[in-house]
């Protein structure tokens, strides 16, 4: 600092920065003192603000009520260190808190309100690039979402994933251990205490879901659209490797701020369909097709939902890790985490490797030299554990649009339901539909049902508009008589979505959902329902006659909104298929390059 109190700045970003139209524009010398005042009150000089060095924001997503992302508290220390040492000025604000287990009605309703809150303020306030903070599910994409509403420079901070669960010597992965041990409990082999301490188990320390659950599959997702740094996203969030991540991650982003690196450089199709084809060779979560289809939506890119089938189907299945596999975090992040992945897919010739990324460079560049050497973890492209282990997309008078995780279909699943000789892959079962979660929970177990293998569950009421927000309830389990019986599995069905922690093989995020006229509106129980994963179809055998009767006897009745916003979502929000965004917002891209009109 020079001693007339200004800070010698010796680089010329590719563009001013728009912070110089609050803290230095000659034209305005009173709404610059206005805006430098308060400023002054914890300390910061107007000498800083006015030197010319980009405003660096840090969305700060952790709090006590974000537990999931409450290490963000520890690592915007190290990200505001990174920033200051590569010449920017850190500015920590907070955003919506999300939290998906203890949200209610759900933390889908949270995505886009988060989003909403976060354009408004990276729009409207002096700031020149943002660390995006991510670690529970929808952090990570309405971060993204409104960095390319915005399109300011922005880079994804990943949390990471707590420490591996053990519980008596075995793994315990989170979330998984929920619905594994709910079969347990279900079928006698342990108690209700046993089964609190193997939920609590599997929880030992600071981070996210250590499964490939939703949230570990979006920030690979972050990674593979290149958003964030190489390696950023399976680092655990209580290793060493998270704070020096946090460190670089905050210096590279004030060298994209003097680059103008903004997301629409980096977010087009191709990056979106390696972000596709990675979901599916982790084993990822069915929650990503609403999420990426809402960042493509967000970032003008299109997306259609057959692209899931024709990129993301016939890819093998290479991480071994929970649900789909054996294994927890640490071992993935030990055994070169997503790099490895990306490194297996180039192998492959399935990734495009010309995508630009947060670095600078192409993501081909990123991975040279990232194969892992854990073969048990990280399997090779031609030796996979399991061939075509993706998303298959479904339609038929049921709906429109459907997506089927086939990773998570188990030995017995397929034996059971998919492998009838000369009927490979196809199956009718009766349907067992039931009027959202409760119903479920009240019924499954009602002998008079007459539940047996040869049925389907079905849920409806579940989806954006119905309950609303979208829940994950799909990944429903038999009645307890089943499972006691061996049978731990049945097909499953619903306009809601389930936790990207279940092992379970269901056809969901069905749209249009039953509470806006979908089928599902009205199918009845005792419809037989033919499943052709050949042809892609799902149908229930009802005539169209019948079908036409039971349309004008209504829809079934949906809960009421009980605040404005879930009344105002119910009103803006659109369906799962095309990522349940707010559809007045997406036309809404750039809007950086107008600086708002003063205030005052």
Same mark, same amino acid.
């Given at each position: ?141 309405s971060g993204i979402m409104a960095a390319s509403t915005v399109d300011i ?64 599959t979006m920030n690979a997702v972050a990674e593979a659209l290149g958003l ?191 492998? *009838? %000789?000369?009927? @490979?892959?196809?199956? #009718? ?5 039931? /009027? !959202? ?125 009980? *605040? %404005?916003?879930? @009344?105002?979502?119910? #009103? ?5 298929? /095309? !990522? ?21």
């Open positions: 600092m020079s001693r007339s109190g200004e800070f010698a700045v010796d680089r010329v970003p590719v563009k001013p920065f728009r912070s110089r139209d609050w803290f230095a524009d000659p034209a305005r010398s009173d709404m610059t003192a206005l805006y430098l005042e308060r400023f002054m009150n914890y300390g910061l000089t107007p000498a800083e603000l006015r030197s010319g060095r980009p405003i660096i924001g840090i969305a700060q997503s952790g709090s006590d009520l974000s537990p999931c992302n409450r290490i963000h508290l520890e690592l915007a220390k190290r990200t505001r260190d990174g920033i200051r040492d590569a010449g920017g000025i850190a500015m920590e604000f907070p955003v919506h808190p999300i939290f998906e287990n203890c949200r209610r009605p759900t933390a889908a309703l949270d995505r886009n309100l988060a989003y909403l809150g976060l354009v408004e303020t990276l729009y409207g306030y002096p700031i020149d690039a943002v660390v995006l903070t991510t670690g529970c599910d929808k952090t990570t994409p420079p922005a880079i994804v901070l990943s949390g990471g994933p707590m420490l591996d669960g053990w519980h008596d010597g075995e793994l315990v992965g989170s979330g998984t251990v929920i619905w594994r041990s709910r079969r347990k409990l279900a079928a006698g082999e342990i108690d209700e205490e046993e089964f609190l301490n193997r939920a609590t188990d599997s929880a030992p320390s600071a981070g996210h879901c250590n499964t490939m659950g939703t949230a570990s964030s740094l190489t390696g950023c996203a399976a680092i655990p969030a209580p290793y060493r490797e998270r704070g020096q991540m946090a460190y670089e991650t905050g210096r590279r982003i004030v060298e994209m701020a003097y680059e103008d690196l903004r997301p629409s450089k980096i977010l087009t199709r191709d990056s979106f369909l390696n972000a596709i084809r990675v979901v599916s060779a982790i084993g990822g979560s069915s929650n990503a097709q609403p999420h990426i289809m809402a960042m493509a939506q967000h970032a003008g890119v299109t997306l259609y939902p057959e692209d899931w089938s024709d990129h993301g189907y016939d890819l093998p299945l290479l991480v071994n890790m929970q649900p789909a596999g054996k294994y927890l975090g640490e071992r993935f992040h030990r055994a070169g985490g997503v790099p490895a992945v990306l490194h297996e897919l180039i192998a492959g010739g399935k990734l495009d490797t010309s995508c630009l990324t947060v670095t600078g460079r192409s993501i081909g560049e990123n991975i040279a030299g990232r194969e892992t050497r854990d073969r048990e973890m990280i399997k090779p492209f031609d030796a996979p554990m399991m061939e075509r282990a993706g998303f298959l997309v479904l339609k038929g008078n049921l709906f429109d649009f459907g997506i089927m995780k086939t990773s998570v279909i188990s030995p017995a699943f397929r034996a059971r339901y998919l492998s *009838t %000789p000369g009927a @490979e892959d196809r199956f #009718e079962a009766r349907a067992i539909v039931f /009027e !959202g979660s409760d119903d479920y929970h009240h019924r499954i177990n009602d002998p008079a049902l007459d539940i047996d293998e040869g049925c389907i569950l079905v849920i409806r009421g579940a989806g954006p508009i119905g309950w609303p927000g979208s829940a994950e309830v799909v990944n429903m389990q038999p009645p307890d008589a089943l499972i006691q019986r061996g049978v731990l599995a049945l097909p499953t069905l619903g306009d809601g979505r389930q936790s990207g922690t279940s092992d379970s093989p269901s056809i969901l995020n069905v749209s249009p959902e039953s509470a806006v006229g979908g089928g599902l509106s009205w199918i009845r129980t005792g419809d037989v329902v033919r499943i052709d994963l050949v042809a892609g179809t799902c149908d229930a055998l009802v005539s169209d006659d019948e079908i036409a009767r039971r349309r004008g006897e209504g829809l079934p009745p949906v809960p009421e909104s009980n *605040t %404005p916003w879930e @009344e105002l979502y119910r #009103e803006k929000t659109g369906q799962l298929a /095309e !990522g349940g965004v707010l559809d007045f917002a997406v036309k809404y891209r750039g809007i950086s390059a107008k600086t708002p009109r003063h205030n005052h």
